[in-house]
Nanobody, 120 residues
Framework: QVQLVESGGGLVQAGGSLRLSCAAS????????MGWYRQAPGKQRELVAT???????NYADSVKGRFNISRENVKNTVYLQMDSLKPDDTAVYYC??????????????WGQGTQVTVSS
């Protein structure tokens, strides 16, 4: 099992910044992906930014140039720096760890979610 503890959400005006943190503990495989997804009301959960199993940072087109994902491997912690926030960024943000048994077999773990609200 993997436990994820998120922090850093809140209310911010458009153009502002927030920084999310996610600390992972438990059985984290050496081959894993770790990152952030979000879900707005009435919409499906979507990828925001993640480190792939190969260690590459991958971003949704809608956040490129505004968001930055970083990671402290020693602490098993991933961060999401969100700048130039827009009302469309309003959503519940979820931390994700994907443990890979193989390239086609994996287990997903999710945090409890943290609300980000951007006012116009």
């Amino acid at each position: 099992q993997v436990q994820l503890v998120e922090s850093g959400g809140g209310l911010v005006q458009a153009g502002g910044s927030l920084r999310l943190s996610c600390a992972a503990s438990g059985s984290i495989f050496s081959t894993n992906a770790m990152g952030w997804y979000r879900q707005a009301p009435g919409k499906q959960r979507e990828l925001v930014a993640t480190f792939t199993r190969g260690g590459t940072a991958n971003y949704a087109d809608s956040v490129k140039g505004r968001f930055n994902i970083s990671r402290e491997n020693v602490k098993n912690t991933v961060y999401l720096q969100m700048d130039s926030l827009k009302p469309d960024d309003t959503a519940v943000y979820y931390c994700n760890v994907r443990n890979y048994l193989s390239i086609v077999k994996f287990y997903d773990y999710w945090g409890q979610g943290t609300q980000v609200t951007v006012s116009s």
